[in-house]
């Protein structure tokens, strides 16, 4: 993905007022003017750094930041196009066929051997878990942790 180039708005060079950049703008600004430090960009805007890596990441400016925040559809390692569009807590019905997806995944891994493919399919229900929790869908989380309590 190309980055996109910022300008200015027109009258900004002469002093005149301009409308605020967005938090977003600020961030990309300062990854170009040379701050390259997650945390510190962060900081300087009053963002989450996931939200920072997010950003810079859907610009092409970065690569390979993964969090609980970013997108599971990114591929992380060899095992995430097996579980993309698994994860969905958007109601207690979706969090359980996104543990039944999961569970037969782990399975299939443990069938053969594979430890890594397992601790994919936990890191996913934990995933699913946390993100359901800090979304107020205690129910959902609830499912996501009886299935990890179980493994």
Do not use: C
């Not at 878990?129 to 942790?145: C, P, T």
């Amino acid at each position: 993905m190309k980055a996109r180039q910022l300008t200015l708005p027109v009258g900004a060079a002469k002093g005149e007022k301009t409308a605020k950049a967005t938090k977003k703008e600020r961030i990309v600004t300062l990854h170009l003017s040379g701050v390259t430090d997650l945390a510190e960009i962060a900081r300087m805007t009053g963002a989450r750094p996931s939200y920072v890596a997010q950003v810079l990441q859907s610009e092409g400016l970065i690569t390979g930041y993964f969090d609980l925040y970013t997108s599971t559809a990114r591929e992380q390692n060899v095992y995430t196009r097996q579980f993309r569009n698994v994860l969905s807590f958007r109601d207690v019905d979706a969090a359980r066929d996104s543990v039944r997806k999961i569970d037969r995944l782990f399975n299939q891994f443990e069938r053969a051997g594979d430890r890594a493919g397992q601790h994919q399919a936990m890191v996913l229900a934990l995933t699913g878990q946390n993100r359901a929790r800090w979304s107020g869908k205690l129910e959902e989380a609830e499912v996501f942790h009886d299935w990890l309590v179980e493994h």
